[in-house]
């Protein structure tokens, strides 16, 4: 009696291969968009205070910090009372882009470098950056969207490079059963 056939090994290997995808997609989800967001939070600190420093630059009128880090916190307390939930559902596609980059990139070719998943974190965050500069000039203003939409890709960057550090972490006996 023989075992199974080559089918059946095939098969097994494609449900391991779809396994790995799915939970390096799940990774990206659920971890990638908390990290963008802590990350774009710091962005609107800065942003704002820089922003504010560059008005009062412009306009000729002296900086006032403390009045920056006022409209700063306040920004912040809207963004997580009402922005939450927005900001981490606008997070999810760029997430789930780069997560199935990184983990259909594992399956095909074997791991992925730091290099190509900060490639790939460049990519989905210049590629949300168009979404960011579109619908946030109109809110924001050009200096202040200017500067909140270079954190969107450092965030972007940031995500992808921790949760392709944290994929790498994962012991790939757990997906291997």
Known sequence: ????GPAAGDATSARREALQVAVGVALFVLVGPIVIGLVLFLG???STVIADAVDALHLGRRIDPETSMVVATGLMLVVLRFGWL???????????LAGAALAIR???FGPASWRFAAATGLAVGLIADLGVIGYGHALLGTVRIAVLAGWVVIGSLVATLACWRLAAMTPRAALAR
């Open 106 to 108: 594992q399956v095909v």
């Open 86 to 96: 927005l900001v981490y559902g606008a997070l999810l596609v760029p997430s789930s």
């Open 1 to 4: 009696m023989t075992g199974p």
């Open 44 to 46: 609107i600190l800065l």
